[in-house]
T-cell receptor
Framework: DTGVSQDPRHKITKRGQNVTFRCDPI?????LYWYRQTLGQGPEFLTY????????KSRLLSDRFSAERPKGSFSTLEIQRTEQGDSAMYLC?????????????FGSGTRLTVV | GESVGLHLPTLSVQEGDNSIINCAYS??????FIWYKQESGKGPQFIID?????DKRQGQRVTVLLNKTVKHLSLQIAATQPGDSAVYFC???????????FGKGTTLSVSS
């Protein structure tokens, strides 16, 4: 296991289309997080899973966004009816129990461009 | 409230110089801080962390200083190398401990 994997790395879509991103966390990590990062800004928290349960959602996660982690392993983030404002880097992270920066590992992200 | 931020958006240094990147925070109850490095096209990567019961912590070529009186922390990089060029963020966990709160970042450019 080499870390957190995200797919695809880049996605260009037309406004109004639906897109889905996938995240494969580090296998022994039971916590999984999604963040959004726009140009020049730090990552902003979207949602958090512990195993398969989605325990927290940010106000940034509008009704057009949905995230799942069906078996407590990989996760998907879907954006419906994409808007130009959705253009951003979507980062996934995973961690074990215990809150340390060292144990919190980010993937390389999916860069979404909505045209 | 919960917020972290950085003083300068960009910092340019020569190879071999020491770099200092600053961060201010607002929540006096914050007790744990993390520095991340983000290279172009990659996710944030952990550099070093510090708890509020410490004033200083050293790693390999990096030192983090915490001044709780003025709610300020800094990241010092010794003998800066071109490979240190990246965006640096300070961060802390939210009160629920479920999410990281990042500042806006400082872009470090190292010229040789």
């Amino acid at each position: 296991d080499t870390g957190v994997s995200q797919d695809p790395r880049h996605k260009i879509t037309k406004r109004g289309q639906n897109v889905t991103f996938r995240c494969d966390p580090i296998s022994e990590h039971n916590r999984l997080y999604w963040y959004r990062q726009t140009l020049g800004q730090g990552p902003e928290f979207l949602t958090y899973f512990q195993n398969e349960a989605q325990l927290e959602k940010s106000r940034l996660l509008s009704d057009r966004f949905s995230a799942e982690r069906p078996k407590g392993s990989f996760s998907t983030l879907e954006i419906q009816r994409t808007e130009q404002g959705d253009s951003a880097m979507y980062l996934c992270a995973s961690s074990t129990r215990g809150l340390t920066g060292y144990g919190y590992t980010f993937g390389s992200g999916t860069r979404l461009t909505v045209v | 409230g919960e917020s972290v931020g950085l003083h300068l958006p960009t910092l340019s240094v020569q190879e071999g110089d020491n770099s200092i990147i600053n961060c201010a925070y607002s929540n006096s109850a914050s007790d744990y801080f993390i520095w991340y490095k983000q290279e172009s096209g990659k996710g944030p990567q952990f550099i070093i962390d510090i708890r509020s019961n410490m004033d200083k912590r050293q790693g390999q070529r990096v030192t983090v200083l915490l001044n709780k009186t003025v709610k300020h922390l800094s990241l010092q990089i010794a003998a800066t190398q071109p490979g240190d060029s990246a965006v640096y963020f300070c961060a802390e966990f939210n009160q629920a401990g479920t999410a990281l709160i990042f500042g806006k970042g400082t872009t470090l450019s190292v010229s040789s």
